[in-house]
């Protein structure tokens, strides 16, 4: 290599450093130092909200080991995949019409089934206190029917419903990128070789969108296990998920170190989930 090539291509790296350094360094003070920090937590002794010099498990220990906190991790995983297959369910049609339809409105209807990430999770939450309450929209419209109320919020059917809709838009999100790299002509090749619409659904389009169906899952999985501020509000205090129990260790029992290995423990899952989608990608992409 020529002296005037080598400087080219120490340049080069030396500009492709400073371009990647701000973001390195950003990673590591804001995320891998804080995550370190509260790694060390965990393992802390504490007393009265302080923490003291030392080594121990007893935060895991306590976690772990406690019925209470096994039966909350064992509801927050259900609540999370329940969440995410009824968010698949029902906004899997929703996305399919977008993919296929034909219209000049394509792109608005797209930007409507998205809107609501533009407001508020708190919002939402709020709107669906009001539908839900006693005395809200579903109970006003059962009373006027002639039918028994149903009690809603404060439940975890109640937290499971608002949940779902909150998530929609991430699941939308998901499939309607798996769809686009759908290619149209394997439909039509399909129908014209004599496939039923049904036929052409199950073998073709199904197929061909797990890769969407298995983003927008990843998504809805992650976003439901962190989920802090509709459980607490729906729940009323009543349903215990892995979030709202962080967040009550934390600041109301001031147990710093209890709070960090539920967070660890949190961590862990969300990498075991990643990895374990990064695998099933793979494999569907080898197919």
């Known amino acids: 290599m020529t002296p005037v090539a080598e400087t080219r291509l120490l340049r080069q790296s030396a500009a492709a450093w400073g371009l990647v350094t701000p973001m390195l360094l950003l990673i590591v003070f804001c995320f891998i130092v804080p995550l370190g920090a509260m790694g060390v937590i965990s393992f802390s002794p504490s007393e009265g909200g302080t923490l003291l010099p030392g080594f121990t498990l007893d935060a895991y220990d306590s976690f772990l080991g406690d019925p209470f906190y096994q039966g909350m991790i064992f509801r927050s995983i259900q609540l999370s995949v329940t969440v995410t297959a009824l968010a698949l369910l029902v906004t899997y049609p929703i996305a399919l019409f977008l993919h296929r339809l034909e219209s000049r409105w394509k792109s608005l209807l797209v930007v409507i089934t998205v809107a609501p990430l533009l407001v508020s999770a708190v919002v939402r939450t709020y709107g669906w206190m009001v539908i839900m309450g006693d005395n809200g929209w579903i109970n006003a419209v059962l009373r006027f029917v002639g039918l028994p109320t149903v009690r809603l919020f404060n439940t975890y059917n109640g937290v499971l419903i608002g949940m779902t809709e909150i998530l929609m838009p991430y699941m939308a999100l998901g499939l309607i990128a798996g769809f686009n790299r759908i290619d149209p002509l394997l439909e039509e090749a399909a129908a014209s070789l004599g496939a039923s619409p049904w036929r ?36 009323g205090g009543r349903v215990f998920v892995l979030a709202t129990e962080i967040y009550d260790q934390a600041v109301n029992s001031l147990d710093w170190p209890l709070a960090a290995a539920m967070s660890m423990f949190a961590l862990i899952l969300f990498t075991a989930v990643l990895v374990l989608y990064n695998r099933l990608s793979r494999r569907w992409e080898s197919l």
Not at 226 to 234: E, K, Q, R
């Open 200 to 235: 052409r659904f199950v073998r073709v389009t199904l197929p061909l969108s797990v890769s969407g169906i298995g983003l927008g899952c990843l998504l809805c999985f992650v976003l439901a296990m962190s989920a802090f501020v509709t459980p607490s509000l729906l729940g």
